[in-house]
């Protein structure tokens, strides 16, 4: 009987698809949550960077906030030439201390908790896909019952109607015989052997119609059984396929729905900031580079003679002293 | 006398000068070590990122390394797209640990030193340039000894001719009364007073004498003295002028001989190597972005089915099963 295993293995295959299911889900939901521990970590060292990076920038601006070159800074941008680099390398540094403190808020408040919802959202879609699973098991498995019920009834009624074919082939043997026998001639036979001979045929005869009507009848429920069986053979290979082809694709499009647009979105947002910083340092770094571009003796020479006018003014020139009267 | 005050004022001023171009220098290896200071800081900030970075990436490496799905990877390159995206999250963590290893390193080994040498240069371009400040110095004072020693003889002597001509003018007057008293009638006279006055005339006339030629020697003393004064006049002016025109102007190229060009270089390896970083951080996010396009569920979908076969091949079609003998 090759249908109740093939019926087995359908049904052991069912629960396979939905472990399988019910791992990926797992996978996900420890795929996201290795990204929330991640960005979360990493929102610590960049906190921290950012906070080394500020001190840093802090212990410096401090200590050049008193001199006098950062009065003139206050009051004017003219600085000398290295000073002003010096200023904006402070200043590269409070920029980065910044930047990665957004980068960091930015794990914390956007990107992990779209992490979070992403979970969420798996393992609800994977319940209901559960439950729309269970439900389409159950039908499967009841054409594949059913299936099994026509064959076997099928293969009853055929047996029926073959050994009621046998019986009837019998008797049929047993009426030629009779018939055979009264071929004898007359004038041997007494009067009373004739009469008993005659009512046993009859018998026989009865007894062939009985199992003539009884093969008939059986013959008939067979093919009737027969038809039924193709029928439902042709609809459950029909269901069959529907559920492999369509119904067990759509179960894990189920399971998928917006896992991959979320996630998707998720990482932008990550990227966007990543990106964001590194605009933002590379401004920084190009008003750096077009103030060395600006290193300037020449300029710088005229400020610091500025700086101190009483030292670096060419004196008078001197006068031709006359002696009283002289010209 | 305006002279020596002027002299004390520019001797003054040279002072100032030095003053000045020292306290330049001074500030300058003053600027030198706070750029050095603030790499070396940093360099130990970006060594501590780089570190826990690497922690980060390691911690979740090895969390990872046992996965099926690693195997997977290591065998082909055909993961599930989200998880592609996870390890180039990971990669992209070691890549920046990388390069903030390598920033800290550069800055260590190059900029600082560079920083160091520019210090040292500096202060040895000053005590060179006081050097020669200094023979500068001598020779411009002594022009000007020069000139307030030839403007006081020319006084001296101009007095001189002065008084003599004064003497002069006396000793004329005396003559002429002498002159006056000889018109008197000769008859009054004795013969011995005769003799008296011819031998008083004759006095006077040679004091007259002598003192004009005094008063002529000085005369020329005086103009010779005066023309000297006037050319170490116009030598003095020339020699000032070219002092606080010319020598001053070198002297402060001296001391910024090679500084800003050095300070260029120093700036622009910090510059290069922030650049590159940058470069380098944004491949590895492009790469990401590229693995966030391709979240893809059909592909995924495929691979998952293709992961467990046994799970999702459809079943055999099911066949008539005929009864002994039916067709």
């Not at 055929?158 to 004038?187: M, N, T, Y």
């Not at 009067?191 to 062939?208: A, C, D, N, T, Y």
């Not at 998928?256 to 932008?268: E, F, I, K, Q, V």
Request: aromatic share 10%; proline share 2%; charged share 30%.
């Amino acid at each position: 009987m090759a249908m109740p295993f093939v019926q087995g293995e359908i049904r052991a295959q069912l629960v396979e698809q939905q472990k399988c299911l019910e791992q990926q889900t797992e996978m996900r939901v420890q795929l996201l949550q290795d990204l929330q521990d991640f960005f979360r970590k990493k929102a610590e060292i960049e906190t921290e960077y950012s906070r080394n990076l500020e001190k840093l920038a802090e212990r410096f601006m401090a200590k050049t906030r008193s001199t006098k070159d950062h009065q003139q800074y206050k009051k004017d941008q003219n600085l000398l030439s290295p000073v002003n680099c010096w200023y904006l390398l402070l200043n590269q540094v409070r920029r980065e201390s910044k930047d990665h403190a957004t980068l960091s808020d930015i794990y914390l408040n956007n990107v992990i908790m779209r992490f979070m919802q992403i979970s969420e959202d798996s393992t609800r879609m994977f319940k209901k896909s559960k439950e729309i699973a269970f439900q389409l098991h159950e039908d499967l498995m009841k054409v594949l019952n059913e299936l099994y019920t026509v064959m076997k009834t099928y293969h009853m009624y055929h047996a029926e109607s073959i050994s009621a074919e046998s019986k009837l082939k019998e008797a049929e043997k047993q009426e030629e015989k009779q018939i055979g026998r009264s071929g004898d001639p007359v004038f041997h036979i007494r009067l009373e052997e004739r009469h008993q001979r005659r009512s046993s045929v009859k018998k026989i005869e009865k007894m062939k119609e009985k199992r003539q009507a009884k093969y008939s009848e059986n013959k008939l429920k067979s093919i009737k059984a027969r038809n039924e069986y193709l029928l439902t053979l042709e609809a459950t290979n029909a269901s069959v396929f529907k559920y492999y082809i369509h119904d067990l694709s759509d179960l894990i499009d189920y399971c998928d729905l917006g896992y991959h647009a979320s996630l998707n979105r998720a990482l932008r947002t990550y990227l966007s900031a990543e990106y964001n910083l590194e605009t933002s340092r590379h401004e920084g770094l190009d008003i750096i580079e077009n103030a060395v571009d600006n290193l300037e003796p020449r300029s710088d020479k005229q400020r610091f003679m500025e700086m101190y006018p009483a030292a670096f003014c060419p004196p008078m020139k001197f006068e031709f002293q006359s002696h009283m009267g002289d010209e």
